[in-house]
């Protein structure tokens, strides 16, 4: 019974010869980075906050505001409306700007 309730202790978990910190030590189990380079400092992309930032102020808030100047005239019930184009747009726009963020973290 004393074996099924004991559990299995990581190396350094007792804080003896070879402990670590737990972040350091997960990190060193489950990543291909080495700890040398994970600690150095991630690079701040100004160019993708703003693109995302422009992107959710135009497409999100500008949405309803959007539905308000065009006439409903435009948009008859059974096509889309001037919202819904900006949720597309939205959907469509966002994975090509986190290709480009996982495009920028291959690089360096």
């Known amino acids: 019974m004393e074996a099924a309730a004991r559990r299995r202790q990581h190396p350094g978990a007792a804080g003896g010869q070879g402990a670590q910190s737990g ?55 059974n096509k889309p409306s001037v919202g819904d184009y900006f949720h597309m747009a939205y959907n469509i726009i966002t994975p090509f700007l986190l290709l480009k963020r996982l495009f920028y973290s291959c690089q360096s």
């Open 23 to 77: 972040a350091s030590f997960l990190q060193a189990r489950h990543s291909s980075v080495k700890t040398d380079e994970a600690t150095g400092t991630a690079t701040f992309h100004l160019d993708l906050w703003f693109y995302f930032t422009l992107q959710n102020w135009v497409l999100d808030f500008g949405r309803p505001i959007a539905m308000l100047v065009f006439p409903l005239e435009w948009f008859p019930l």
